[in-house]
């Protein structure tokens, strides 16, 4: 079974301009979460998607955006790029257990987005 | 609010060394799940381990091992006999249960390196 991917692997952008991330969940998984990390911040929850429908949103501002299409896939995007936005910016993907209960997250290889 | 505490930075050990990573965490929540997650130098996190509350046997695979107590709300990982390929940073999460998310809240990791 193919793992989570992502595109681009790592991308160059300058302040002010805007970025789509992709990234394709495992076959059959319904959520996808996205998560920034960066050397100050750590590991940070950006959002989840389940089924479409954006399930949980964490403490980011309005720039960060994302959707999720019919067949799961996802994309994030950061509109007016600022230097801290450079990060790595990982996916996952999980069965998205209805109940909530709490599904294991298998995450992809990550973008690596760098603000200049 | 929910925390997940991982004191030591950064570990250094000779190989076939033995090796303990701590992870302490807060919550609220009676029902909850944690996880611990490698992070090699490609960048992608690799799923370990899940338990839940509810569960607090020891775990053990191959050379792996997790220590779960929920009286000191702690949940260690154990390498025995490590290797040089265990070189990475490892990362403790926590997620609650019952909320219709999968959001996980993650340590700030502990950098492993494994001497030859």
């Known amino acids: 079974k193919a793992g989570v991917t992502q595109t681009p692997r790592y991308l160059i952008k300058t302040r002010g301009q805007q970025v789509t991330l992709s990234c394709s969940p495992i076959s059959g998984h319904r959520s996808v979460s996205w998560y920034q990390q960066t050397p100050g911040q750590g590991l940070q929850f950006l959002f989840e998607?389940?089924?479409?429908?954006?399930?949980n949103k964490g403490n980011f501002p309005g720039r960060f955006s994302g959707r999720q299409f019919s067949n799961s896939r996802s994309e994030m995007n950061v509109s007016t790029l600022e230097l801290g936005d450079s990060a790595l910016y990982l996916c996952?993907?999980?069965?998205?257990?209805?109940?909530?209960?709490?599904?294991?997250?298998?995450f992809g290889p990550g973008t690596r987005l760098t603000v200049l | 609010a929910q925390k997940v505490t991982q004191a030591q930075t950064e570990i250094s050990v000779v190989e076939k060394e033995d090796v303990t990573l701590d992870c302490v965490y807060e919550?609220?929540?009676?029902?909850?799940?944690l996880f611990w997650y490698k992070q090699p130098p490609s960048g992608e996190l690799v799923f370990l381990i899940r338990r839940n509350s509810f569960d607090e046997q020891n775990e053990i695979s191959g050379r792996y091992s997790w220590n779960f107590q929920k009286s000191t709300s702690s949940f260690n990982f154990t390498i025995t006999a490590s290797q040089v390929v265990d070189s990475a940073v490892y990362f403790c999460a926590l997620s609650e249960a019952g909320g219709a998310t999968n959001k996980l809240i993650f340590g700030t990791g502990t950098l492993l390196a494994v001497q030859p």
């Open positions: 919550t609220r929540d009676t029902t909850y799940y």
């Open positions: 996952a993907s999980s069965s998205g257990l209805a109940g909530g209960d709490s599904d294991t997250q298998y």
């Open positions: 998607y389940f089924s479409e429908t954006q399930r």
